[in-house]
């Protein structure tokens, strides 16, 4: 398979895309390392959500056919700009294939290609680049301006700051950071729309500053570390225990009932200790709520020697 063929794999699956909103085809064509080829287009919804994309489409076909090393994807479009994979789309090759080459094609057959791994954003480099000017920042003139009308604006006033002038400062420095953050997240969207952004989105943005302390930098980052990554894990441990994370659970705890364990009693429930009783569903004695209730009555009629 030559790579001029699967190009024009890519480009024939333009034709079979459904795009009645967007109307934007894509077509793709993926490459397995054994020679396979796998085709896909995009496939629309009217709730966009559930919109499949061309790349995700030619990889669910392969994975489906028990195919999972991949070599080349091309993704053609009709655009003058080269078609490249939306973030979910990146995401879901990088789970089967790293070292994926991707080939994007525009309108006019002309193509450029990429290693997987250069399309993925650098998140790190942009937290770490915000660490540095926020510290920078919060030692320098501007800084100390800043916190002081935090703490006082009529007395920042009063020796002379410009309190418009710092304000408008830090809403723009605030801004700029929080689109930075707008674009990685939606690398992870598949369609980027106002719902994304909700109420949640806020409150969730909010405890993270706060339950990492207000005016503490590396608090606000290990919060942000710690909530982002205990969805994550409590997902994991839900293959362990179901139901652990599941929108229907409130509250959740582990019941220990001793059924393996078996106490010595007597026809009356008492044990080889005087007096002591063993009655109720973690007694070892019962299956369920009904017999721990009679086991409770009949140890009662025991003790008053009925």
Known sequence: MTEKQLCDMAVAML???YV???????GAALLCKDGTVFTGCNVENA???????????????????????????????????YCVPCGTCRQVMMEFAPDLTVICLNGKGESKRFALKELL??????????????????????????????DNR??????????????????????????????????SLANIKAAAFDYNMSIEILVMVVLGGMGSMLGSILSAITLTALPEALRAFDNI?????????????????????KVALDRGLQSSIKGLYAAGD???????????????????RSILGK
């Not at 009529?154 to 710092?166: H, K």
């Open 154 to 187: 009529i007395a920042a006033e009063s020796v002379g700051l410009s309190v418009t002038r710092y304000k408008l400062a830090v809403f723009v420095i605030a801004a700029f950071f929080a689109g930075c953050a707008g674009v990685l997240y939606g690398h």
């Open 241 to 261: 225990a179901p139901g652990l994370y599941s929108n229907n659970t409130l509250l959740y705890g582990v019941e220990v009932k001793f059924y393996s364990l």
């Open 47 to 81: 709730a966009y959500g559930a919109t499949i994309c061309a790349e995700r489409t030619a990889m669910v076909k392969a994975v489906s056919e028990g195919h999972r090393d991949f070599d080349t994807i091309v993704i053609a479009g009709r655009s003058e700009d």
């Open 20 to 26: 009645p909103y967007s109307h934007f085809p894509v």
């Open 15 to 17: 034709e079979r895309s």
């Open 282 to 300: 973690g007694a070892g004695v019962t299956r369920g709520v009904i017999q721990a209730s009679a086991s409770g009555l009949w140890a009662a």
């Open 121 to 150: 954003p650098y998140g790190a480099a942009l937290v770490l680049l915000t660490v540095a000017v926020m510290l920078n920042l919060k030692r320098s003139k501007y800084g100390r301006a800043i916190m002081a009308i935090r």
